[in-house]
């Protein structure tokens, strides 16, 4: 999720959707000293524990789709790269939408956005929508091999404004 999207180089990176952490922790590793993590996540209790776990970063109980006014709201330019733990399967059109427009209007030119999807999950309308709206969003969609390993199988989407 975090290799090849210039996270170690990155000014502003958001995470949306960090859950309990686990991909907050890659972040945290690879990136720059000076970097700013901003992690967005709806769960207040998600958020308590995320800020005590992670004090470095600012974690913002809010929607995603609020990308714009969070950055604002901390004076913060536009992402390097975004990355996405959301169930983007599990969300009608119009959220995905919503979320997706707000990221790719926000994110700084050359930036990444990247999540990931369960095989699975492409079987069914909203994960093939999904897909799609990738394509429309952003000039380049890049997709990694299926991680097999993962349960259940999983693979990443790599997209490019």
């Keep these: 999720m975090v290799s090849e999207i210039g996270v170690d180089t990155a000014d502003v990176i958001v995470e949306l959707g960090p859950g309990t952490g686990v991909i907050t922790r890659e972040i945290v590793r690879c990136m720059s000293p000076n970097a700013k993590l901003i992690a967005i996540e709806l769960d ?19 929607s995603a789709a609020g990308i714009g ?5 901390h004076s913060l ?4 790269a975004v990355i996405s ?8 059109s119009r959220l995905q939408r ?22 699975q999950g492409l079987m ?4 093939q929508r999904f897909r799609r709206l990738l394509g429309e969003v952003f000039r380049e969609v890049e997709i990694s ?3 097999w390993k993962n349960i259940p199988p999983a693979f990443v989407y ?3 404004k």
Excluded: M
Aim: proline share 10%.
């Design 124 to 127: 069914f309308p909203n994960g």
């Design 69 to 73: 006014e969070i950055l604002a709201r």
């Design 85 to 92: 733990g959301l169930p983007w399967a599990n969300f009608s």
């Design 158 to 160: 790599r997209c490019r």
């Design 98 to 119: 919503n979320i997706l427009d707000a990221v790719a209007e926000h994110i700084a030119p050359g930036g990444y956005f990247t999540t990931f999807a369960y095989l």
């Design 77 to 80: 330019p536009n992402p390097d």
């Design 44 to 62: 207040q209790t998600l958020c308590e524990h995320l800020r005590k776990a992670f004090p470095e970063v600012t974690v913002c109980n809010d």
């Design 145 to 147: 091999p299926v991680v």
